[in-house]
């Protein structure tokens, strides 16, 4: 079985600082790890993937994720955070040959000026 | 690419009344997937198709919900007789071929509620 924990369900930051949304995985063989965001109103957007190779992983909008595999973690970043970033984001997991991906159940992100 | 498209985005209806959800599929994905969201539990998968064919629909919650996917551009959720927890906004996705490392494309969603 396959699971994603987002441990914090509201994550605030001043806009400039750097931003962290956590996640940690559990599945079993190589894991597939993505990010996507939520604005109001609108479906899931596609932010960024890990497959293989570089733990750190760049993504749409500046984000990036770095990927830990003795943490199983794959926390989102950005060193920078705009006002625009407000949203709510998911951590989903894929691997252990299932096609289906596991989601968080989403933190939401608040970029005050 | 217009993305995946979802119809109506907004429907209010009466307890007992029937319910159907549309989605248009971005051309050439394989994959289709029914999702509700609620504050209470979240994203959760209903069901998901694979060349049109069902594959697991044990996240439909009752009797009440059918899916049908008659070609690869159109699939339908439906809801029979409708209750007022039903109450969510339901996303559909599709998916290209059955690759672990593809992303999901999800449309804007439709608001349900049933009063």
């Known amino acids: 079985a396959q699971s994603v924990a987002q441990p914090e369900d509201q994550v605030k930051v001043a806009e400039g600082n750097p931003l962290t949304v956590k996640c940690t995985y559990s599945?079993?063989?190589?894991?597939?790890l993505f990010w996507y965001v939520q604005y109001p109103n609108r479906g899931l957007q596609f932010l960024l993937k890990y497959i293989t190779g570089d733990n750190l992983v760049k993504g749409s909008y500046g984000f990036e994720a770095e990927f830990n595999k003795s943490q199983t973690s794959f926390h989102l970043k950005k060193p920078s955070a705009l006002v625009s970033d407000s949203a709510l984001y998911f951590c989903a997991v894929r691997g252990g040959g299932s096609y289906i991906p596991t989601f968080g159940r989403g933190t939401s992100l608040i970029v005050h000026p | 690419d217009a993305g995946v498209i979802q119809s109506p985005r907004h429907e209010v209806t009466e307890m007992g009344q029937e319910v159907t959800l549309r989605c248009k599929p971005i051309s050439g994905h394989d994959y289709l997937f029914w999702y509700r969201q609620t504050m209470m539990r979240g994203l959760e998968l209903l069901i998901y198709f694979n060349n049109n064919v069902p594959i697991d629909d044990s996240g439909m919650p009752e009797d009440r919900f059918s899916a049908k996917m008659p070609n690869a551009s159109f699939s339908t959720l439906k809801i029979q007789p409708s209750e007022p927890r039903d109450s969510a906004v339901y996303f559909c996705?599709?998916?290209?071929?059955?690759?672990?490392?593809?992303?999901?494309?999800f449309g804007n969603g439709t608001r349900l509620t049933v009063t």
């Open positions: 996705a599709s998916s290209l071929t059955p690759k672990e490392s593809s992303p999901l494309h």
């Open positions: 599945v079993s063989g190589n894991p597939y």
